[in-house]
């Protein structure tokens, strides 16, 4: 008999569309053979509104791709589509807030069916950037200086919010970048270079997220590399991204044409696996499972390795860095797709 996978998608996040995308690959690499032996993909679209949709509408918007941005009923968040109860095994493809954080992990925890991915912690402690840095500082991974700062001290009054600026210049210097904490595909994030900037930039951040962080800027090439696995984790070959514009932002991540990458990239082998070793000790630290993205900083001019990111539901669609790492490291988009549920189920059974 044939698993019923629950691929979970859409979700309330800047990164809804992006979903769409990764889900409308993994489903036709569920759908197609030798996986459709196996599986049955039962797909189940969250809107915008936060409200959990019926196969058949989810069917319909991979079938689309676009996003269902108005319903007819108001959602109920505790009332989910009847066919959740015939998951066997969940697959979340939901990417930042409400998905990527650990909320969706807590939920898919509590009703007691193996997901594919990070649990609770590894997903809630991947996303915040603050506390991601703490842990891979205690693992001993060499990242940038930052300096982390709430919303309520920046939006504080006149005497506070200048010290504020001027603790984050003597310590971290321009140019420097100011991220909301719990965001993903650049979203928020601002390189600046003034005081100016830096006032204006710590402001729109906090529109966005109660913590903030803000990171001394280093110029360096940008390299990632793919981690999959539960507890024996593999890193796959390392690639790079580059790009013309400032720095990596929301627009050439997703502007076909604005950004290229190279996998494997070209580096000393050397570096090459002090960033593989390195990942897999950040895929540890933070208790990841399944998979990740683990992303950095070579610094060429002084062969510094700095860890920035992990991300613990990266971009899964069939061109996405994360499955194109593994294409080139020898495992094929469907075997991935087929290998990440069967370390779900493993970690469930044990
Ligand atoms: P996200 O989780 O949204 O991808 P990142 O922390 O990866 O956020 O930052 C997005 C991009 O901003 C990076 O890929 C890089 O181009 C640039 N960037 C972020 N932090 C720094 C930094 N400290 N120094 C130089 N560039 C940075
Ligand atoms: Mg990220
Ligand atoms: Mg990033």
């Given at each position: 008999?044939?698993?019923?996978?629950?691929?979970?998608?859409?979700?309330?996040?800047?990164?809804?569309?992006?979903?769409?995308?990764?889900?409308?690959?993994?489903?036709?690499?569920?759908?197609?053979?030798?996986?459709?032996?196996?599986?049955?993909?039962?797909?189940?679209?969250?809107?915008?509104?936060?409200?959990?949709?019926?196969?058949?509408?989810?069917?319909?918007?991979?079938?689309?791709?676009?996003?269902?941005?108005?319903?007819?009923?108001?959602?109920?968040?505790?009332?989910?589509?009847?066919?959740?109860?015939?998951?066997?095994?969940?697959?979340?493809?939901?990417?930042?807030?409400?998905?990527?954080?650990?909320?969706?992990?807590?939920?898919?925890?509590?009703?007691?069916?193996?997901?594919?991915?990070?649990?609770?912690?590894?997903?809630?402690?991947?996303?915040?950037?603050?506390?991601?840095?703490?842990?891979?500082?205690?693992?001993?991974?060499?990242?940038?200086?930052?300096?982390?700062?709430?919303?309520?001290?920046?939006?504080?009054?006149?005497?506070?919010f200048p010290k504020l600026c001027d603790e984050i210049e003597s310590q971290l210097g321009y140019p420097c970048f100011v991220k909301p904490a719990n965001l993903g595909s650049s979203v928020g994030?601002?390189?600046?270079?003034?005081?100016?900037?830096?006032?204006?930039?710590?402001?729109?951040?906090?529109?966005?997220?109660?913590?903030?962080?803000?990171?001394?800027?280093?110029?360096?090439?940008?390299?990632?590399?793919?981690?999959?696995?539960?507890?024996?984790?593999?890193?796959?070959?390392?690639?790079?991204?580059?790009?013309?514009s400032d720095f990596y932002d929301y627009e050439t991540k997703y502007t076909v044409g604005e950004a290229e990458w190279f996998i494997p990239a070209d580096l000393p082998p050397s570096v090459a696996s002090e960033i593989q070793e390195r990942a897999i000790q950040a895929f540890?630290?933070?208790?990841?499972?399944?998979?990740?993205?683990?992303?950095?900083?070579?610094?060429?001019?002084?062969?510094?390795?700095?860890?920035?990111?992990?991300?613990?539901?990266?971009?899964?669609?069939?061109?996405?860095?994360?499955?194109?790492?593994?294409?080139?490291?020898?495992?094929?988009?469907?075997?991935?797709?087929?290998?990440?549920?069967?370390?779900?189920?493993?970690?469930?059974?044990?």
């Amino acid at each position: 008999t044939k698993l019923n996978v629950g691929l979970l998608f859409g979700g309330c996040s800047g990164e809804h569309e992006v979903s769409i995308s990764s889900a409308r690959s993994i489903a036709q690499a569920l759908t197609a053979e030798p996986n459709a032996q196996k599986y049955k993909l039962l797909p189940f679209y969250i809107g915008k509104d936060g409200g959990w949709r019926s196969p058949e509408i989810a069917q319909q918007v991979l079938s689309s791709g676009t996003a269902i941005s108005v319903f007819e009923e108001k959602p109920n968040r505790w009332q989910f589509p009847a066919e959740v109860s015939a998951v066997d095994v969940w697959f979340p493809m939901l990417h930042g807030p409400n998905g990527e954080d650990g909320t969706v992990q807590g939920l898919l925890k509590l009703m007691q069916v193996p997901f594919v991915g990070s649990e609770v912690l590894g997903s809630s402690a991947g996303m915040d950037k603050i506390a991601m840095k703490m842990v891979f500082a205690q693992a001993g991974l060499p990242q940038v200086n930052y300096v982390a700062v709430t919303r309520s001290q920046v939006w504080s009054n006149a005497c506070v919010f200048p010290k504020l600026c001027d603790e984050i210049e003597s310590q971290l210097g321009y140019p420097c970048f100011v991220k909301p904490a719990n965001l993903g595909s650049s979203v928020g994030i601002s390189k600046v270079r003034t005081r100016a900037e830096l006032e204006a930039a710590l402001d729109n951040a906090a529109s966005y997220d109660r913590r903030i962080i803000v990171e001394a800027g280093v110029v360096a090439r940008e390299i990632e590399c793919a981690v999959l696995g539960n507890e024996q984790p593999k890193a796959s070959v390392v690639g790079e991204i580059t790009f013309q514009s400032d720095f990596y932002d929301y627009e050439t991540k997703y502007t076909v044409g604005e950004a290229e990458w190279f996998i494997p990239a070209d580096l000393p082998p050397s570096v090459a696996s002090e960033i593989q070793e390195r990942a897999i000790q950040a895929f540890m630290a933070l208790d990841c499972a399944g998979l990740a993205r683990v992303d950095f900083f070579y610094v060429e001019s002084t062969g510094e390795v700095l860890i920035n990111e992990i991300n613990t539901l990266p971009g899964f669609t069939a061109t996405s860095m994360y499955p194109q790492m593994w294409v080139t490291s020898g495992i094929p988009y469907p075997e991935l797709v087929d290998q990440l549920i069967q370390l779900a189920l493993a970690r469930h059974t044990k």
